[in-house]
């Protein structure tokens, strides 16, 4: 385990956030759900693998993909419902490709098929504690250099909910409270899915910002999802769009 790694050093800050997450909740049917998911998401991929390459692989993207979807998912949803939403995020990373890439974020794909197809809930936890995933997200996305994405979605998102704030008469500073970190630092980031060039990540990044908030004012559930999936359709457009 190469613990310079920014994979390794992510499913290290997901097992401790989850692990405090549920020592702060006592929620065991959150951890039973979490276990579940990543044993899936482990055996999903070791065994695509080893029959389109003849070795068992341990990936580290197979645990980060189960811890999030344990995370996200509520915990009262069937085990077997978790390990379907597992099994079609691994899948998706398989199959659904483009040029040696996959097209969509695999956690945020199994998640969305389960949502929509099997009527599963989510529950997001610890999505906004801010002063734990900021620090962790802010150094991940340097290490990845995704910063531009992660700035030109606050922007968007300050503009449009700041201005809608301003209409209703709430106070602006109100929107950091009902930003999800947990999607915005973990899951819009994830580097196979997301653009390389520099406007690329400030299109991705103010255009995912500007999806959601037109998702959530038309009421639809799982914006966030939604607008991830959306863009991750148009990454090898924008990856083609010269800018550094």
């Known amino acids: ?105 695999p956690a945020a794909f199994g998640i969305l098929v389960s949502v929509f197809l099997l009527g599963a809930s989510t529950e997001w936890k610890g999505a906004y504690l801010w002063y734990i995933i900021a620090p962790f997200g802010i150094y991940a996305s340097f290490k990845i250099k995704k910063l531009e994405l992660i700035v030109s979605y606050f922007i968007a998102s300050f503009i449009l909910f700041g201005g809608q704030a301003v209409i209703q008469a709430v106070p602006i500073l109100n929107i950091l409270g009902y930003l999800n970190y947990f999607f915005i630092f973990i899951m819009l980031v994830e580097p196979m899915t997301t653009p390389m060039t520099k406007s690329g990540k400030i299109i991705f990044g103010s255009g995912a910002g500007a999806l959601i908030f037109i998702l959530y004012a038309l009421g639809i559930k799982e914006s966030e999802l939604l607008a991830l999936a959306c863009f991750n359709l148009f990454t090898p457009l924008l990856n083609k769009r010269r800018g550094k």
Do not use: P
């Not at 050093?9 to 579940?36: N, P, T």
């Not at 344990?70 to 691994?90: D, N, P, R, T």
């Open 1 to 105: 385990m190469n613990i310079k790694s920014i994979k390794v050093q992510l499913g290290i800050f997901l097992l401790l956030f989850s692990a405090y997450i549920a020592f702060l909740e006592k929620d065991i049917r959150f951890l039973s759900g979490l276990c579940v998911s990543v044993i899936v998401s482990i055996l999903a991929d070791s065994i695509i693998s080893y029959l389109k390459k003849k070795e068992f692989v341990l990936g580290e993207s197979s645990i980060i993909t189960g811890l999030i979807i344990g995370c996200v998912l509520s915990g009262s949803e069937k085990w077997g419902l978790i390990a379907l939403a597992a099994l079609f995020a691994i899948v998706s990373k398989h199959i659904i490709r483009f040029r040696g890439r996959h097209f969509f974020n």
